[in-house]
């Protein structure tokens, strides 16, 4: 050890042995795995949570989001990073971990949810099961916010069902491939820093996605028509890992805890904002916006009409949730 280091050594030790000296408690840092870029609204919403907890807590508990990818945990699989540990903190897209938790694909039932109000409604019913999975998997859910509207991205005009057969369609999860395969396109399941090598390298023709994400990712680059299919609503959850919860005072977790609680509806306030900001973009860098012709969307419908009923067998939990839903939002 050279003679420094040595020095620096002694004076820790001894300033930490003199007495009435007080030992200044080590800040509480947590890094944050977000699989979307850095402007997305969703990484915006994570640094204003991670500043306002460190405000609130003064300094004690300080997160760092890491956006892109950046700490090498794939979006589809961060229910089983959080849970494990490998990460204290991530934010994913609840239907692309189905493969952990079958009943997060709930809001992808094609043609389910309508609009917000909606949403609302279903989460009111599915929320607490999705937390108590959740917990069971050793995380805890901080706040929730979804996806602006949805939809189809080609290089082409597409005017009828027939125009769909053979497209290579980037897809979320099973239930969204299990749609485009419906539709005679080729499903191509990809997480979001897969999407533009993917359109680059010619792997896929088409995209499902909200205009936040083509916007983020500069689709105009690569393909031409947008459609406003509002085909399915997907949700984000800031999750914490639950032993790295448990060191924190419980005082401190009641603090955060109700950060998310309020921040929240902000949050969704900014989804709101999306579509339209973002469809006004996509037109001002040439790609056409327009909503599908009515006979393609009732195609698109007719095709996908079972797969809520089917969603429900294959997850029997999902079944009170979607009558009760139906009932709510007056479609029983």
């Known amino acids: 050890m050279l003679r420094r280091d040595v020095m620096k050594v002694a004076g820790a030790a001894a300033l930490a042995a003199a007495p009435g000296v007080a030992r200044a408690q080590a800040p509480t840092r947590w890094d944050i795995s977000i699989p979307w870029g850095p402007s997305e609204f969703h990484t915006v ?35 089983r990073a959080v849970g494990d540990g490998v990460v204290p903190m991530a934010e994913f ?45 050793n995380q805890t859910v901080l706040y929730m916010c979804p996806w602006p509207t949805q939809l189809f991205y080609f290089k082409r005009p597409i005017a009828s069902a027939a125009d769909l057969r053979g497209i290579r369609m980037r897809t979320y999860d099973r239930v969204t491939a299990e749609m485009c395969t419906r539709l005679g396109m080729v499903p ?60 924190l005072p419980a005082a401190t977790r009641t603090t955060i805890a109700d950060l998310g609680k309020r921040l929240e509806p902000e949050f969704w306030n900014v989804s709101k904002g999306e579509h339209t900001l973002r469809m006004g973009e996509l037109q001002q860098n040439g790609m056409i916006v327009e909503d599908p012709a009515p006979a393609l969307l009732q195609a698109v419908r007719q095709a996908t009409a079972t797969m809520g009923d089917e969603f429900a067998r294959a997850n029997p939990v999902a079944a009170p949730i979607l009558q009760q839903f139906r009932q709510r939002v007056g479609r029983a």
């Open 188 to 247: 191509q399941q990809l997480t979001n820093p897969d999407v533009v090598p993917a359109l680059a390298s010619g792997r896929v023709d088409a995209v499902m996605t909200s205009g936040t994400t083509a916007v983020a990712q500069r689709y105009w680059e690569f393909l031409k028509h947008a459609y406003v299919t509002n085909h399915l609503w997907a949700t984000n959850l800031m999750v914490v890992n639950n032993d790295a919860w448990r060191r």
């Open 45 to 79: 919403n994570a640094q204003r949570f991670a500043t306002e907890v460190r405000n609130a807590t003064n300094g004690a508990v300080q997160m760092t989001v890491h956006a892109g990818g950046s700490l090498g945990v794939r979006a589809n699989e961060t229910v």
């Open 93 to 137: 897209a609840a239907f692309q971990n189905v493969g952990d938790l079958p009943i997060l694909g709930i809001e992808s039932i094609p043609f389910l949810i309508s609009n917000y109000d909606e949403l609302q409604i279903m989460h009111s019913l599915v929320r607490p099961i999705w937390e108590r999975e959740l917990e069971r998997r």
